[in-house]
DNA sequence: TTGGTCGGGGAGTGTGTAGA
DNA sequence: TCTACACACTCCCCGACCAA
C-alpha cells in the first residue's frame, strides 16, 4: 500500500472501512476499526510514506468515513464493550478460597493465591507482568508470625519453603510450574511442591478462568486473568483514593 | 504441560480541546 | 483555570493451534 498515491490509499481505506466485517458476517467494534486505522499508520510510518492516514489532509475523507460508521455502530448497540472484564465480589474471592482454588494446602492453590495477592496488592497485570516477575522482584521487609491462609506474607514464605533452591536466585522466575508427580502427597514435610521450570505462558494466563471455574463463579459474568487487578481499582474508588495526578 | 505464534480486539495512558 | 470528554496511540489479553 506504500506504493499507492494518498488520494487512492484514501479512497480504499474508506471503501474498506465501510465494507469491512467479521469472518461470521457481524460488524466489528467501533475501537476495532480506529486499530485497523492505527496499524495502518504504523505500517506506513515504518515505511516512510508521505502522508499520514490519522492527520493527513488527502485522508480527510477517510476519517470522516471512520466518524460516520463509528456512529452508526454505536446507534446499532456496538461499542458496549461486550468483553469487558468484570471485578470480585466480596461473595466470589470467600468462595474462591472455600472451593480451594485459593489458600494453601495444595501447590495450585498457593500458587493462585501468590498471583491474586501480587495482583491486588501490587496492581499487577495479570499476564505479561507476573510472567517477568523475578524472585529477587519481591523482597520481605516486614516479618509477621506464621498466621491464616490469607496473610501474604505467610503464603510467601510458605512458597519460599517449597520451591526448588536451584531456583531462589534474583533473575529466577517469580512462578514455577507445579509438580504434580508431589501434588498428591502436598502434606509430607520437605517436599518441593515446584518444578525448577518456569509456569509457561498459556498456564499463567488461563489462571484466574480456571479458578473461577472451580469456585463456580463467572457464569454471568466475564471473569478474566484482568478481574484481578479490575477489583484492585474498584476498591480504590469505592474507598474515594483519587487516581495518581499520571492518570489525569 | 510447555513455549511460540497469530489474529482479534479490549484496556490503559497521554494529549488536545470545548465549555463551565 | 479546571474539568470532562474524545481522540490517538500503544500495550497486551485471549483463544486457537501446533510442535516438543
Redesign the pocket.
Known sequence: MEELSPSQLATYLSKFLLAVR?KNGEE??P??L??FR?SV??YLKKHRYCE?V??GQSFART?ETL?SKQKQLKRDGKGN?????ASLTKEEIEMLYSSGAFGCNSPQALINTLWYNNCFHFGL?????QRDLKWGDVLLKKDTEAGPERNPVFLYKLYKAKRPESYMDNNAPFYL??N?ANASKADLPGLKWFKP???????L??LM?DCAQMAGIGKDKRI???SA??TL?QKLQDNNIPPPK???
Not at 521450570?197 to 498456564?203: A, D, I, L, S
Open positions: 467479521e466489528y467494534e475501537t476495532t480506529r486499530g492505527s499508520e504504523r499520514s490519522v492527520t476519517r466518524r464493550k461486550p468483553f469487558e472484564a497485570r495479570g499476564g505479561k507482568e510450574a507445579v504434580h521450570q518456569p509456569m509457561g505462558v498459556n498456564k494466563n488461563s478462568k478474566t486473568i484482568h487487578r479490575k481499582v499520571s492518570y489525569k
